[in-house]
């Protein structure tokens, strides 16, 4: 194992946000390897990225020992390698629905706002403004809608989505909620979640991987 792990991280990216989160639960030290998304830079289409990682994504994490893309298998991978901070709970039928509340997010929400897809439909599809926010808007409240009663349903405090304690549910749910929050989206009818990410957002491993605009 490489003395210390790297991942190919962006700023503004959710996925790579859960990544951080957890890293920084766990005690993880890391170097942070940008990869801008951003248009007219897409350093993650560039030759030396793509034959690292062939689907051009962030984020891909390496220790040396594993190397791997795509958010969920790097979390599961840490969650296996660094087991002395567990971000899933020991009973099976718990760990099974705090995976569930997780590829609610990872598989239903996300990939319907991400930015690829965002860049689709405001260029060949030519989405006005207010379509693109309708369009951002309902994937969040669709997906929203029951994560909030799993939350009312599981969390012991209003502090954590499940239990007492974070897990990989928080590292989906803080992220998904700051992109939200960056397209105005109204959560109104998400009270719940709204206080789990407030109390989670005043954790140190939340506030350090909070994204900071490197440019700013």
């Not at 009270?191 to 789990?196: F, M, N, Q, S």
Request: hydrophobic share 40%.
């Amino acid at each position: 194992m490489t003395a210390k792990p790297r991942l190919y991280d962006y700023w503004r990216s959710s996925a790579a946000y859960r990544v951080r989160i957890a890293l920084n639960l766990k005690g993880i030290d890391y170097e942070s390897i940008p990869v801008s998304l951003a248009p007219g830079e897409d350093e993650q289409m560039s030759d030396d990225y793509r034959t690292m990682n062939p689907q051009g994504l962030v984020p891909y994490y390496d220790d040396g020992e594993v190397a791997t893309g795509q958010s969920m298998a790097i979390l599961e991978y840490l969650e296996e390698a660094h087991s002395n901070i567990a971000l899933l709970p020991a009973d099976e039928r718990d760990c099974a629905a705090v995976r569930s509340f997780c590829l609610g997010i990872a598989c239903d929400i996300h990939p319907l706002n991400n930015l690829r897809v965002l860049k689709y439909l405001k260029g060949p599809l030519g989405a006005t403004d207010e379509q693109f926010n309708a369009w951002y808007a309902h994937w969040i409240h669709e997906g929203f809608r029951s994560a909030e009663i799993f939350a009312e349903e599981n969390s012991a405090d209003g502090r954590f989505v499940f239990g007492d304690s974070a897990t990989l549910a928080d590292c989906f749910l803080v992220p998904q909620t700051y992109n939200a929050r960056r397209f105005n989206v109204p959560l109104d009818d998400f009270p719940t979640l709204v206080g789990i990410v407030d109390a989670c957002n005043e954790l140190d491993a939340f506030k350090a991987a909070y994204p900071t605009n490197p440019n700013a």
